[in-house]
């Protein structure tokens, strides 16, 4: 039996959770809402109090397509030809539409006549996300993110030719609480499906819950083994231990052969060496083909006040690059904590750790890139990402900086393109789950990796590749813009 300090950082991190999860129970097992006050604590510039943020057609409008303006309250027709998500041309109607990775496909079902009409009634899709707690700021925007995307969804064709919702929760890191939130909306909200979760604490809560209804989880962080051994879960992107890899091909593609590592402690099955670590054991193999070497491979915590140690150890080491499996936060004290030190190396960090406080670190200015399993949210050259941009301005009034919105907005995306073809006028989870396995080599444009879904767990046709991040002058950039990277190596086998 292990014993925790009651003044140990585990303690306390053991503590906040538990102070969740009675929180939680204080207010009838966690919260359930169609965003409103997430967006309300968040508002864009130029809007209306007051205004729909469900991304819900409005029903007194029948089935005509749009959303709803903010100025108005009505929502007003969208002519053949106009804008569609993803930033492309809408087709004109009886015409086959282009695909997102190009080509062209023929729509059927419910949507055979007017890409972009919706009939029939409103469908639900959910969101849980750890949007508060210790892992809250990395997950910042998520909700926002999904009613730009349904708000532009139902500008043109909704899901699957219905009008579409998407009601979010925010779980706290807690299981309980995100078991009780997946309940709620799949039995009283009956959500044909789940997009964008973001839950690596609380994941295994309701997992099992989910295969047992058959309710398909579309998109997420995909950080935690059940995205890719659950059936009916469909990541966004590769396994977190081949964004591990990815920094060190990125470290040593600029030099830095030799490199320390450090994974948070309070993740295991998210940071350890069976996740994003794996490949970044001193020795790895993995490594020494790429032409590098892992000199030190430590564990570290999130709340620890200080990374000075580590800097030394790295420092003494013969470090040229740390990686860094850590929060935002840690990442920039660890920097700030080795430039005290006189010891600037080159820190490379996980697209989960990423966030706009990282940027207020002048240690990481112009010493940092990461590897991200979506799209860079900053790179506008393709038209999806473009779309990305437009849609946020549109929508929201100003773009929503981070991975955690990007990953979000795609997983949206993701399922719009599945049922592409159309809906039943009355479809259930099922429908959802079958039209996830029509995704053929698809890279939505530009905002993942192509992706393939079969039966087979786990899953394969995940592509073991990356985007790429660096920060520049205080800002976000893409070095590389829009390209997905290879890099050697593999997700749970």
């Not at 997950?139 to 995307?149: H, N, S, T, Y």
Request: hydrophobic letters at 40%; proline letters at 9%.
């Amino acid at each position: 039996m292990v014993r925790i300090g009651r003044g140990s950082p585990r303690a306390q991190i053991v503590a906040v959770l538990a102070a969740l999860a009675l929180l939680a129970t204080l207010t009838a097992c966690g919260s359930r809402r169609d965003a409103q006050e997430f967006v309300a604590a968040n508002p864009p510039a130029g809007t209306v109090a007051g205004a729909a943020v469900d991304g819900s057609v409005d029903p007194s409008q029948g089935s005509t397509p749009g959303v709803v303006d903010p100025a108005t309250g009505v929502a007003p027709p969208v002519a053949s030809g106009s804008t569609a998500p993803g930033g492309t041309a809408a087709p004109q109607a009886g015409k086959p539409s282009a695909k997102p990775g190009g080509g062209a496909s023929s729509s059927g079902g419910a949507t055979a006549t007017n890409k972009c009409a919706t009939s029939g009634s409103t469908v639900t899709l959910g969101n849980i996300s750890t949007q508060s707690g210790l892992l809250g700021e990395l997950f910042k925007g998520i909700a926002e993110a999904l009613q730009v995307w349904a708000k532009s969804a139902n500008a043109c064709g909704g899901l699957g030719g219905h009008p579409v919702r998407v009601v979010s929760g925010d779980d706290g890191g807690d299981p309980a609480t995100a078991l009780t939130l997946a309940q709620r909306m799949v039995e009283n909200d009956k959500v044909l499906a789940f997009v964008g979760f973001a839950a690596p604490l609380s994941v295994n809560g309701f997992e099992k819950y989910l295969k047992d209804k058959g309710v398909p989880s579309i998109g997420g962080v995909s950080s935690e083994l059940p995205y890719f051994t659950n059936p009916v879960f469909f990541p966004i992107g590769p396994f977190v231990s081949v964004i591990g890899a990815a920094d060190a091909a990125i470290a040593i593609e600029r030099g830095a052969k030799k490199l320390a590592v450090f994974y948070c402690v309070e993740l295991p099955a998210s940071c350890g060496p069976e996740a994003a670590s794996k490949d970044l054991q001193v020795g790895s193999p993995v490594v020494k083909a790429m032409g590098g070497e892992v000199l030190l491979s430590q564990k570290a915590s999130l709340v620890a006040p200080s990374y000075t140690s580590q800097c030394i150890a790295a420092k003494r080491a013969g470090a040229e690059a740390i990686i860094a499996i850590l929060d935002g936060p840690s990442v920039g004290r660890l920097a700030t904590n080795c430039a005290a030190q006189d010891f600037k190396p080159l820190f490379l960090g996980i697209s989960n750790g990423i966030g706009s406080n990282l940027l207020t670190y002048p240690a990481v200015n112009g010493n940092f890139l990461a590897p991200l399993n979506t799209f860079p949210w900053v790179d506008t050259s393709v038209p999806a990402t473009k779309g990305f941009a437009e849609n946020m301005r549109k929508y929201f009034g100003r773009m929503l900086e981070g991975p955690a919105p990007a990953m979000a907005y795609a997983s949206g995306v993701l399922a719009a393109e599945a049922v592409k073809a159309g809906l039943p006028a009355n479809p259930t989870p099922a429908d959802v789950l079958k039209a996830m396995y029509t995704i053929k080599n698809n890279d939505l444009g530009g905002l993942v990796a192509p992706l393939t879904f079969t039966p087979k767990v786990p899953r394969v046709g995940i592509p073991s590749c990356y985007f790429l991040i660096a920060i520049e002058n205080g800002k976000y950039v893409a070095p590389q813009k829009n390209k997905c990277l290879p890099v050697n190596a593999k997700g749970p086998q």
